[in-house]
């Protein structure tokens, strides 16, 4: 517990002493697309995991997987989408790992809260002939701290 306390105090000093902001953005910008979906925590497979996603070089998504879409949020796991040029690339046993969104999204319940119905449903489209890996760093639904091994969360 004095450790926790020792490191709020380190950060918030950190981010206090840092400069407003600086030139140009940073990678971790533009992580704006919120998309929920359900079906990503073993321990819990009602639990909403909240994706912040963004396309980056190469033609790929990245999502950041959020325990919910609270300020103060834990980041529990991403999600790195590629196109199907990109998946058939892949050996057998590296496909295993991947999801096909047009399976995938009716399954999950997927929702995109911050858009329009019409918006949403333009989103969804535009990703159904895409794949997903998810990388579970640890599972809210099991544990409330991040404890376990860290793992593919392959989706039925």
């Not at 704006?32 to 790929?60: E, R, T, W």
């Not at 325990?67 to 057998?92: C, H, Q, W």
Request: glycine fraction near 8%; charged fraction near 20%.
């Amino acid at each position: 517990m004095k450790a926790q306390a020792v490191l709020t105090v380190l950060f918030t000093s950190i981010l206090a002493a840092s400069p407003v902001k600086a030139a140009g953005p940073k990678p971790a910008e533009g992580f704006s697309l919120h998309v929920d979906a359900k079906q990503h925590f073993p321990g819990n497979k009602d639990m909403i995991a909240h994706h912040y996603c963004k396309q980056v070089a190469g033609g790929m998504t990245q999502c950041l997987i959020f325990e919910s879409d609270n300020a103060d949020a834990r980041l529990v796991g991403a999600e790195v989408i590629v196109g199907p040029d990109v998946y058939g690339k892949f050996t057998d046993s590296e496909k295993t790992m991947w999801h096909y969104h047009r399976t995938e999204v009716p399954k999950v319940s997927a929702t995109l809260p911050d858009l329009s119905e019409e918006e949403g449903k333009k989103v969804v489209e535009s990703i159904l002939e895409t794949y997903g890996k998810v990388y579970l760093l640890w599972d809210p639904g099991k544990a409330d701290g991040p404890t376990g091994n860290p793992s593919v969360t392959l989706l039925e």
